[in-house]
């Protein structure tokens, strides 16, 4: 089997990546909404990848992954890396996570990931709101993760939150020491949510990145009796080119409060500083962005032998990147908790793909179905109206 063509298309805000075979056979990858940019690095790659055989996926991935970076340009590598999986599962009429090992698990725990609630305010009385809400949720999460800190708009709404300049935009710009007061206002804030949680839903915190390397080690020893999930991202994280894991460590030596990182790196060996010095407890990346299902693989199993956990991050992946999600996480080992769960949007995607159960997630968890390939594909007659102009010969 050869490849003969890869495209992208921007469907909905997810870019969506076709890798074409002279077999008729062809594999589909996602990278995350907030990245529609993308397409033209995706086509960068064509030329690397025409006339080779997709389900060599190791030998393919070789000619390509040096050529990306951490988050948002890994995606791209990481979006065909699946597209491949995807060929080589249906060549072989087999599931994709046949072929990374077997099924380890028969459902996967996912948490909340892109199921959200409108925060009507930055209050303890807010957070609690939105967690009473998520709570509720159909899904019955039993791991929910909410944004504070620096990794929500605490710098801009709350007076008088940190020492530094307040930055407004996107991909969180403010960092700085937070005010005794800023402090005070972050962890009644957290206390408000676990009184809604109690000790029947986990609450994980992202929090940043942005954070001091006092006020983390504050923050993560002021939370330790609340028996929080993990803090994510408190120094480095989404959208930083780089990892301090030597800065992480002295944070997570300092604590019983897990801290996590992760979803901004890009392949294995930026992983490696974080694992072998054993700098965070749990370790998050993104199959759409640190290079394919593969690659997580392989830092899941490198971090178990460290006793170090993993939980896949995923909030922007489309539906096309949750079966890359749910083939991956069913074979990861033991040090798996759950995948931060993407959501169809606009919901119209729910109506341009097959294979999805219905409902997807039921207690929390996603049972591992069993077609071949990724086994989630979009339908061409039903996906064509959402083509932009320039991309209506996507299917052809
Ligand atoms: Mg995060």
């Given at each position: 089997m050869k490849i003969v063509d890869l495209k992208c298309a921007v469907i909905g805000e997810n870019p969506v990546v076709r890798v074409v075979t002279d077999e008729g056979?062809?594999?589909?990858?996602?990278?995350?909404?907030?990245?529609?940019?993308?397409?033209?690095?995706?086509?960068?790659?064509?030329?690397?990848?025409?006339?080779?055989?997709?389900?060599?996926?190791?030998?393919?991935?070789?000619?390509?992954?040096?050529?990306?970076?951490?988050?948002?340009?890994?995606s791209a590598v990481s979006a065909i890396e699946m597209a491949l999986w995807d060929i080589a599962g249906k060549a072989a009429g087999v599931p994709v996570y046949k072929l990374l090992g077997g099924k380890v698990r028969d459902k996967v725990r996912v948490?909340?990931?892109?199921?959200?609630?409108?925060?009507?305010?930055?209050?303890?009385?807010?957070?609690?709101?939105?967690?009473?809400?998520?709570?509720?949720?159909?899904?019955?999460?039993?791991?929910?993760?909410?944004?504070?800190?620096?990794?929500?708009?605490?710098?801009?709404?709350?007076?008088?939150f940190f020492f530094g300049d307040t930055h407004q935009g996107f991909r969180h710009p403010n960092r700085g020491l937070l005010t005794e007061k800023g402090f005070k206002h972050v962890i009644a804030c957290i206390e408000a949510m676990k009184d809604v949680l109690g000790d029947e839903v986990g609450l994980a915190l992202d929090c940043g990145p942005g954070w001091t390397v006092p006020d983390a080690i504050r923050l993560a020893k002021a939370v330790e009796h609340?028996?929080?999930?993990?803090?994510?991202?408190?120094?480095?994280?989404?959208?930083?080119?780089?990892?301090?894991?030597?800065?992480?460590?002295?944070?997570?030596?300092?604590?019983?409060?897990?801290?996590?990182?992760?979803?901004?790196?890009?392949?294995?060996?930026?992983?490696?500083?974080?694992?072998?010095?054993?700098?965070?407890?749990?370790?998050?990346?993104?199959?759409?962005?640190i290079g394919g299902i593969a690659e997580l693989?392989?830092?899941?199993?490198?971090?178990?032998?460290?006793?170090?956990?993993?939980?896949?991050?995923?909030?922007?992946?489309?539906?096309?990147?949750?079966?890359?999600?749910?083939?991956?996480?069913?074979?990861l080992p033991e040090n798996y908790i759950a995948f931060e769960y993407p959501i169809g949007d606009p919901s119209w995607w729910y109506d341009i793909v097959d294979g999805l159960?219905?409902?997807?997630?039921?207690?929390?968890?996603?049972?591992?179905?069993?077609?071949p390939g990724m086994g989630v594909n979009l339908i061409p007659e039903k996906a064509f109206k959402y083509l932009k102009d320039e991309d209506k010969d996507f299917f052809d």
């Open positions: 056979i062809d594999g589909y990858g996602e990278v995350e909404s907030y990245k529609p940019y993308l397409k033209p690095y995706v086509l960068f790659y064509k030329d690397m990848i025409v006339g080779h055989d997709p389900t060599d996926v190791e030998r393919v991935m070789n000619r390509i992954r040096r050529m990306g970076s951490f988050k948002p340009w890994g948490y909340n990931g892109a199921v959200r609630f409108k925060l009507p305010d930055y209050s303890p009385d807010g957070f609690a709101e939105i967690m009473r809400k998520m709570k509720a949720s159909p899904e019955g999460f039993t791991l929910i993760k909410q944004g504070i800190g620096f990794h929500s708009n605490m710098p801009e709404r709350v007076p008088d609340l028996h929080i999930a993990w803090l994510e991202d408190l120094i480095t994280g989404d959208y930083t080119p780089y990892v301090l894991a030597d800065v992480y460590r002295d944070i997570t030596r300092s604590t019983s409060t897990p801290i996590h990182t992760g979803e901004q790196i890009y392949l294995r060996h930026s992983f490696r500083e974080l694992i072998e010095t054993n700098a965070v407890n749990i370790v998050g990346p993104d199959p759409c962005d693989k392989w830092v899941a199993e490198y971090a178990d032998l460290h006793g170090i956990l993993m939980a896949p991050h995923g909030t922007g992946d489309g539906l096309l990147g949750l079966a890359a999600l749910v083939q991956v996480s069913a074979a159960p219905n409902p997807i997630v039921q207690n929390s968890m996603i049972e591992v179905w069993d077609r």
